[in-house]
């Protein structure tokens, strides 16, 4: 039975020095205390729990950067979406596993061990007659299990182009399947998932699922797997809660949690403009508040009313969505940051606690774990064998213990501060460096830059 010794770990009772971890294939199945260090055991300076990464479309990680241009006068939200359509004409089987790949990777080494697929992208190439929606997800699970982290994929039920059941554009075509079709998707891919993996269901918004449509689907979820998560984009733009007010009289979450059983399986991604009411209601209802603050920001979506929805007990868990940025911590800073803008105060966030950075950390972390649908456990019995060993000699944490330690990587740190990586027991991330790094990088960058040209091609 492998273990691990660490000189400090943060248990959920808190800060605890000398701690043994042991684990029995993916979960861990003894912690022992006031431990003493063992000759030639494995151990490490301070460990973490993992941070479970819960919204991801993977292929947008090759096209981060090329939208930093403006294109014309009025560039917002709709207009990268444009432009996103345009990328996702370029993807294959090929460039998707090498994207796949090599996000999953800088997970990883950023302190993810786990992630969120919300996966549209079911048909790829030109044709969807030369692709099939099976195939393409099994990318998606090659990709995670040859990296060594867990994924929840959530394939995506897109029907319309907006509100009131409006036809697809041609662009939207390769992301349509029908409920039948979806429903027998789900099925079919319960013998691809090994250990580590699991299914969920995602909207991928009111405007593009009609309520009917929502219905039959959560119908056969209540047949085929009940407990399984929930996700759905929602009131991430103000052009999408104004067309909801159009259509049915009222807001997105606001209709969501008036017509459908909302509870603590529900991951709503964004939530970026809620009234007042809505905020508290979706706080009582025990589902997660899906946010992604450095995608919010690039897209220029907004704030998300964070002190509200935490002072009402509102639980949720951080994503990088478009990975324009692959950093847990720096999601985090930016909730306390965004806060801090709009107060013109400081320290906001930091709950029961004093200290933000460990508040956050923690807080993420249970909405992340409840989002993904195994459990919320952490570092205790049962739980999975999923941490962070931090690189305590780097210069930012030299000197610092307990909560001052989460608050210095939070706020001054990144991706060089993580050492190791666990995730299901394996070892993913040794001194920095990822499984097949150097081998999955040299893919994606020959990858990527083949997009890029295809791309610029068909712009001419």
Sequence with gaps: MPSLFAEMARLPSGWVEKVRIHWEQSRISAIETQAERRPGERTAPVVLP???????????????????????????????????????????????????????????????????EFHYLHFLGEAREGSSPKATAEILLQAAREVGIGITLCPVLYLSSGFGNQPLGSAQERFHLSVNAYCEHLRSLEKSLTAGQRLGIAFHSLRAVPPEAMRDVLQFRQAWNPSCPIHIHIAEQVAEVEACKAWSGTTPVNWLLENFPVDRHWCLVHATHMTQPETLALAGSGAVAGLCPTTEANLGDGFFPMEAYVSAGGVWGIGSDSHISISPVEELRWLEYGCRLQRRRRNLLCGTQSHVGENLWLSGLQGGLRAQGGGEKFLEIGALADWVVLDCQHPILAGRSGEFLLDAWVFSGNRPVVKDVVSMGEWVVENGRAKNEATIAESFALVQAAMFRSLRSRQA
């Design 50 to 116: 993992g941070m479970p990464n819960l919204h991801s479309h993977a292929f947008q990680r090759a096209m981060a950067g090329l939208t930093e241009y403006r294109a014309n006068q009025d560039d917002d939200f709709w207009s990268w979406r444009n432009a996103m359509y345009a990328f996702a004409e370029g993807v294959n089987e090929t460039s998707l596993l090498a994207i796949a790949r090599q996000l999953y990777s800088e997970m990883a080494l950023a302190g993810y061990t786990s992630v969120v």
